[in-house]
Each structure stands twice: as structure tokens, then as C-alpha cells.
């Protein structure tokens, strides 16, 4: 599970939670930026695993310093993250944890022959 320095609202420094696609927009691209530049040439942690619960996205009654709880919210994380895909030239591809285990296992297997 990929994890970020994400700050919430509230906070004055971030913490390393999961990439979550119910994060407030703002906060939500904020931490994938930073996370893109610190990957930025290391090929073996390019992988960024996103986590989404289902009542995340149910509306609440009050505000929450990290989570919008709004499905607007990840039709609007989702569609940033496209756009900076292409801004990055980077492939989005829905996978399965097995995949992942397999190219993280490449990865390392590569690293380790250097």
C-alpha cells in the first residue's frame, strides 16, 4: 500500500496515511504531486496504490479536515490524476495486488543485479 506525507486541514505537518481517493481534492493532489517528484527516477516506486471505502464517498452532516465524503470529491481526484498522468507521460492501469507483487519483485530483482 503505497503511503503519503498527507497534511490535513487541521494539521500543521503532514503524516504518512494511504493514498486515499475520498481526500478533499486539494489535499488529495497535493500529496500525489509530492509523492510523483520524490519517485521521479526511481522506477521501482512508481507503483502508487489508491484505497477507497465505500461510505467514504456517503455524505455527511459535518465537515471533516481530510476526507470530503463526496462522490463529486473522486470524480474530481480521478480526473486530476489523469491529467497529470499525461502532464507526467505516465501510465495509469488498473491491476490487481498480484501484478503488483509481481513488478515490485521485478523491480527489486533489477536493483539488485546493479
Known sequence: MTTLPVTAQNEQQPYL???????????????????????????DDRILTLILHPDELMPRNTTHPLYAFSFSALLSNLGALADLAKQQELEIAGVTVSDVARISMQAASKSAQR
Open 17 to 43: 496515511r494511504y493514498a486515499s481517493l475520498a481526500y478533499h481534492p486539494l489535499i488529495f493532489m497535493d500529496s500525489v504531486k509530492r509523492w510523483i517528484a520524490r519517485a521521479d527516477g526511481r522506477r
